[in-house]
């Protein structure tokens, strides 16, 4: 079993900055990608960012110039720089790896999400 643990959310002020961990319990290699999603209240989640097991990075647009995604194989770890933080960044965070367990079968494996709210 995969475990997916956030760090680091918590309240900025606009503007401000915020850096989200996420340690998984086994070699991050063994993934094809992780990212990160959020889900504020009342909408869907949404993709904010990921990394494939080759360094690619995909962003949504709301985001892109403003966070980036990075990868610790070391440390099996995989970060969220978050700057220029605005209000509707608010919303709570969610690690995701993925993993192809077999040709066309894919699986999702999920943190237990952490709040950041941008607000003065």
């Known amino acids: 079993q995969v475990q997916l643990v956030e760090s680091g959310g918590g309240l900025v002020q606009p503007g401000g900055s915020l850096r989200l961990s996420c340690a998984a319990s086994?070699?991050?290699?063994?993934?094809?990608?992780m990212g990160w999603y959020r889900r504020a209240p009342g909408m869907q989640r949404e993709l904010v960012a990921e990394i494939t097991s080759g360094d690619d990075t995909n962003y949504a647009d709301s985001v892109r110039g403003r966070f980036t995604i990075s990868r610790d194989n070391a440390k099996n770890t995989v970060s969220l720089q978050m700057n220029n933080l605005k209000p509707e960044d608010t919303a709570v965070y969610y690690c995701n790896a993925v993993k192809s367990i077999r040709v066309g079968v894919r699986v999702n494996y999920w943190g237990q999400g952490t709040q950041v709210t941008v607000s003065s």
């Open positions: 086994k070699s991050i290699f063994s993934f094809d990608a």
